[in-house]
Structure formats: structure tokens, C-alpha cells
């Protein structure tokens, strides 16, 4: 009878943990829903592909400059396998099970490796990192972990000659 009563105890225990983690996951969804707003539509054209497809998982995005601030407005704080695309007006992100983000050029302050993001950390210059700018002015970073590593460079690369172009 001591067992039952102990297991009873902890399975309630473990309930009322896990319903404490999804209220704090909700609170802080609201808390982010001003800051982070709308995010951009993605547009009918998306032009000329600069870097091809590339498969990973979708780590997650947070608020710059913390890399463990998730995002938990909508579907955003959400892992999930996707691909990720560069093109000439901006990068697409679609992940499964998940709506696409679009993060347009001109919104795209920065393209780097790191370690982790979002509460997930791998080898050195384990994600790709992309900080863009919001509608609503806020600033975050959006990481992505491809299955093929090398492609990295060519995403840096290409970010800043895009910069470069745009400044002249």
C-alpha cells in the first residue's frame, strides 16, 4: 500500500511540474507577443536562388543578444526538420509540421556560426545563425543546424557580398 501511495505521489508531482513548465511556456509567449509582432509573409517571388537547399533541423530563435532567450510566440520556440533556402530578396526556412519563416534581405543583420542557440549546444560552429531584424524593430537570431556543415562558409560568404552590394 506504501508503494501505491508513493507512486501516486510522484506521478502527481510530475503532473503538476509539467503543467507548471506549459503555463510558464505560455506566459512567456505573451510576454514576447508586442516585441516579436507579425513576421513576414512570404512573397509569391522569391527571385534568384543564391545558395541551394540545404536540409537540418530548425533550432530555434531568440531574442538578440541572449542566445538562450527562446521565442515562444507561435510556432517559432518549435524544433523541427526543415530546409533552408538563400535567395536574392531573403532566406526561407520551412520546417516541417511547422509554418516557413521568410526573413527578407533587407532585414538580415548578420550571418555566423556558433555554438548553440536556444538552449542547444554542439561543436564548435555547430549552427547557423541569422540575425534579422522584426517588423517590429525587435532584433533576434534564428539558428538552423544542417545535416552537411560545409555549406556554412557559403552562407557567411554570400550574406556579406550581399551586404556589401547594398551599401554601394
Partial sequence: MDRLWLTLGFVALWVVLVLLMWKGWRGRGRRQAEAVGALPPVPAELGEQLVAPSTG??????????????????????????????????????????SPIWIPQDSIRAVRTERGLAGKVMTKDGVLVIRWQLPSGTEIDTGFRGDDKTIYPQWVQETNENHRDSDS
Avoid at 68 to 89: C, K, N, W
Fill in 57 to 98: 533541423l530548425y533550432v530555434g530563435s531568440t531574442l538578440a543578444p541572449s542566445w538562450q532567450d527562446r521565442v515562444a510566440v507561435g510556432d517559432l520556440g518549435h524544433r523541427a526538420a526543415g530546409e533552408i533556402s538563400r535567395y536574392r530578396a531573403g532566406v526561407l526556412l520551412e520546417r516541417d509540421g511547422a
